[in-house]
């Protein structure tokens, strides 16, 4: 699965110059509270970051779901490499996803793991640091279509910078759940997220060309193209 992830990277890496693709890894946990719980399980995800920064991990960052998939946290963990990671301390890959039969698991109804590829923990941690209000979007593509859905996520890059817009955050999938790449794009707050409204067609136009799509109206049909699932997810960054 490593290697799989790796050998997409390159090809996308031969195809568009990068700045934030000094490669790192990402253990990714989603988690949907049980019914009644979720107050307490925003607490308890609070406690478990600060006793994470307090065994010498990397801060941790919290994104709340607001609205789209049916998740209430995505907790993002800087964990360098896996074998680092396990290595390090059972006290930091146990901390959200505790052993079966964890009494944290009384608040939870739901939990997803999720290990990724993903930029230099510089730029998460900095985007993150800057910003409050996220879109996260997971995919799963059509079979041998991996390589080239990764290569639509850096053009529609190319085409956020082109309209002024910050680009995405890329991650791949080393292993876990069956997604195969994620994007992670950071907003002020939801006002700033939507001013892409209000962009002229002409602009947009100009962009997408650029980026490498037939035009802007091209952007979102190649994408269905090359994918058979798709979630959206709208949220705030848990403070």
């Not at 801060?59 to 290595?87: A, C, K, L, V």
């Not at 290990?115 to 409050?132: C, E, L, R, W």
């Not at 995405?168 to 790449?181: H, K, M, P, Y």
Request: charged share 25%.
């Amino acid at each position: 699965m490593i290697l799989r992830s790796s050998l997409l990277i390159l090809f996308v890496l031969s195809c568009f110059p990068q700045t934030t693709y000094s490669q790192s890894n990402y253990k990714i946990t989603l988690l949907r509270a049980a019914p009644g719980e979720l107050l307490q399980l925003i607490d308890e995800v609070k406690k478990r970051t600060a006793d994470y920064v307090k065994n010498d991990g990397d801060q941790p960052y919290t994104i709340r779901h607001s609205q789209g998939d049916q998740w209430d946290f995505m907790i993002y963990e800087h964990i360098g490499s896996q074998q680092e990671y396990f290595e390090k301390s059972a006290l930091l890959y146990q901390m959200f996803t505790p052993v079966f039969g964890d009494s944290f698991y009384d608040l939870v109804a739901h939990h997803e793991t999720i290990y990724s590829a993903g930029p230099n923990f510089i730029v998460v941690k900095n985007m993150f640091d800057s910003t409050g209000y996220y879109h996260v979007e997971m995919f799963n593509a059509l079979p041998g279509r991996q390589a080239e859905l990764l290569k639509q996520r850096q053009m529609e890059n190319v085409d956020l910078e082109e309209i002024g817009r910050n680009p995405n955050l890329i991650f791949t999938v080393n292993e876990g759940a069956n997604w195969d790449c994620f994007t992670l794009g950071g907003y002020r707050d939801i006002k700033h997220f939507a001013e892409s409204a209000d962009i002229p067609l002409e602009v947009e136009e100009k962009a997408a060309i650029k980026a490498g799509f037939k035009g802007v109206n091209d952007i979102s049909p190649y994408l269905r193209s090359l994918i058979y699932r798709h979630h959206d997810t709208l949220g705030g960054k848990l403070k």
